[in-house]
């Protein structure tokens, strides 16, 4: 399970560090950098898959667009660490140079480790080691990081837990009912960032994981019975759903779908998947509120790590305190235009409306733009460069 | 009549001795803002409530908290045109007490008073701008629950600025007391002149009982507009218990 990431460098993302526990839930004024925290762990997660170009491309950005306007430096760093199935603590460290499109330098280490000479993967652009072997010259080109090249045998199996975990992280933070609807082809077996390919990855589920599937999705609409995908012409593959009403059995097709159920559809097929954490922007979206006790339900039970951002204090109000506690992370903008995040009831007055009322009833009654003006004076008072200078004030 | 009081600690309504969220008489332990409160029932009511035994009963910031968390009832409407933010919080707890007040009129057969304080402004409570919004909060949480015997005490910003403006001289207005920060590590804090005034820092027992006798006379205190509300109020709800007749329109 990843714990936390620092990432400096991406986007409006300075100098951040999001605590990752099972569930998490990112609240945040529009603007204040809650989709580039989801797009940089999908960043992180394509250093490992090794396509940064393909990335690029299909989210139609340049690589000019990555970097923190308002930084000086060039590379995009960050820190993460990792808990692997046994336990240990792996922190993967890095650099990524813009120019060569490759992490400059990588490291992995066992945060537990006493010596920093116990590396399990170290490079630094030009040779690399693993598990403190003697290093070999990188002879080749790569794409983001060196890991995503190298082959599964040669990685010791923490750092290729971690590599694959990375690797699995799905980014839905695009979901969109245009891109739901349409048609793919048979080769696609995965679905998109948008929610695209959705017809041709249901396709591929078959036998007992679709009926478990179509028994989640009745949760959420009772009449649904079953969804059919058709091979068409040239391998593109039709959605529909069939319902029933009454004694009538009733086909939908994909085009004519209401959104919140294609929206619900896509978050069911990857909250079942192999993937180790799932990003997700907006989840109320195109969803009326009787199903959102359900959705929040079927999100906290999934086996996989879950990053949420919301705007809906509905949502909010269905998590239980304690879990709201750890999970709600808010995202607020300094003056200079960078991101921060702080645990959101870990602000005093905030906690002391959880003590009366709801979280999602805390969060509604709360003006974000005062609270993020005093996140910022909060900020000043922790910041040891402000506090030096107020010293030195002082002692003028 | 009884009085049923909240407030945030031992310096303005006063704390429980036995570690019970509601506690009354010896376990209970007035802070000077409910000196203050009693002196002036004194004066309109004829008696003093803090020596009469269960007249006047106290209930923790927690206890409140947790009333309002078990609650069913329907919290304050989200959202809207002309509703302000930030006011959640105050409107569950005036709630909570005119419940509990509404409670205990009806078990002891008495008219029950209640007195709910805030300071408007503490290191807890910012944004402090809100006094108005915070103010119709309360009133309207014991509205919520047709208990009409409410009465918010919020001082702008905080107890102290109260206090320090009985300190002062002079019959002029002292409403600029009202704009000192309610920050406590502010260099020129409510907090820090009450302590410069006193010569060293009092607790909340010195405190309450320099109020037994300070100040003489209100004047000083009618110029702050936070006070004069609750002073405004407190009379009004007084006047309709003790003389429900007289304040009838």
């Known amino acids: 399970m990843i714990k936390s990431i620092r990432i400096i460098n991406f986007k409006s993302l300075g100098d951040v560090t999001l605590r990752l526990d099972k569930f998490n839930c990112l609240i945040g004024m529009n603007g204040a950098g809650k989709s580039s925290v989801l797009q940089a762990i999908d960043f992180m997660s394509q250093l490992m898959l090794g ?69 399990y993967f170290y490079s630094d652009g030009k040779a690399f080691s693993i598990d403190g072997k003697v290093g070999q010259a990188i002879a080749f080109t790569f794409q983001g990081s060196l890991l995503s090249v190298l082959k599964d045998s040669e990685l010791p199996e923490n750092v290729f837990e971690f590599r694959n975990a990375l690797r699995q992280i799905r980014s839905l933070e695009l979901l969109s009912p245009h891109l739901l609807r349409k048609s793919a082809r048979s080769s696609d077996h995965d679905i998109g960032t948008g929610g695209e390919k959705l017809s041709a990855y249901l396709d591929n589920i078959k036998g007992k994981r679709k009926e478990a599937l179509i028994v989640l999705l009745k949760r959420f609409y009772p009449t649904l019975t079953d969804f059919n995908v058709v091979s068409q012409r040239s391998g593109w593959k039709k959605l529909s759903v069939i319902e029933i009403f009454g004694d009538q059995y009733l086909e939908t097709e994909a085009s004519h779908m209401n959104d919140g159920l294609l929206r619900i559809l896509a978050v069911l097929t990857q ?42 204090p509905l949502i909010l109000n269905y998590l239980e305190d304690d879990l709201a506690r750890e999970a709600v992370q808010f995202i607020y903008k300094t003056p200079k235009g960078e991101s921060r995040i702080r645990p959101f009831f870990g602000i005093p007055r905030i906690d002391d409306k959880l003590r009366v009322m709801g979280p999602g009833d805390a969060f509604v009654d709360t003006d974000l733009k005062s609270l993020t003006q005093e996140c910022i004076e909060l900020d000043q008072q922790t910041d040891p460069t402000t506090q030096a200078k107020t010293a030195s004030g002082d002692g003028k | 009549m009884k009085l049923l009081i909240s407030g945030e600690g031992s310096s303005d309504i006063g704390t429980c001795n036995n570690a019970q969220g509601v506690c009354m008489d010896e376990m209970f332990s007035p802070g000077p803002m409910t000196i203050w409160l009693t002196r002036f029932l004194l004066e309109w009511a004829g008696y003093d409530l803090l020596a009469i035994p269960e007249a006047v009963v106290f209930v923790s910031e927690k206890t409140l908290a947790q009333d309002a968390k078990q609650s069913t009832g329907r919290m304050q409407a989200l959202r809207g045109k002309g509703k302000q933010v930030e006011t959640g919080l105050y409107f569950s707890n005036t709630r909570q007490l005119g419940l509990r007040a509404k409670v205990m009129s009806r078990d002891d057969d008495v008219p029950v008073m209640a007195v709910f304080f805030r300071d408007t402004d503490g290191t807890r409570s910012a944004p402090g701008q809100l006094w108005q919004a915070k103010w119709d909060s309360m009133l309207n949480g014991f509205k919520s629950v047709e208990f009409d015997r409410g009465v918010p005490m919020l001082p702008k910003p905080k107890s102290e600025v109260w206090l320090l403006c009985a300190t002062k001289q002079g019959n002029h207005s002292h409403e600029v007391l009202e704009n000192i920060s309610g920050n406590d590590q502010s260099p020129n804090s409510a907090k820090a002149q009450l302590d410069q005034f006193f010569g060293e820092h009092q607790s909340a027992t010195q405190l309450a009982e320099w109020c037994q006798t300070n100040p003489v006379d209100w004047s000083k205190l009618m110029t702050l507009p936070s006070f004069k509300a609750f002073y405004d109020r407190l009379q009004s709800v007084v006047k309709a218990i003790v003389s429900p007749m007289a304040a009838l329109p």
């Open chain 1, 51 to 119: 396509d940064v170009s393909g990335w690029l491309a299909q989210r139609g950005w340049s690589i000019g667009d990555l970097n923190c306007k308002v930084r000086k430096e060039s590379n995009i760093t960050f820190h993460v660490n990792f808990q692997t199935s046994t336990g240990e603590i792996l922190t993967w460290t890095g650099a990524f140079n813009r120019t060569l499109m490759r992490c400059s330098m990588e490291v992995i280490v066992d945060q537990a480790a006493l010596k920093q000479t116990d590396k």
């Open chain 1, 271 to 312: 909250a079942d998947s192999d993937r180790s954490l799932i990003l997700l922007d907006e989840i109320e979206n195109g969803i009326n509120q009787e199903i959102v006790e359900t959705l929040v339900e079927t999100l906290l039970a999934s086996h996989q790590q879950m990053l949420v951002t919301t705007h809906s």
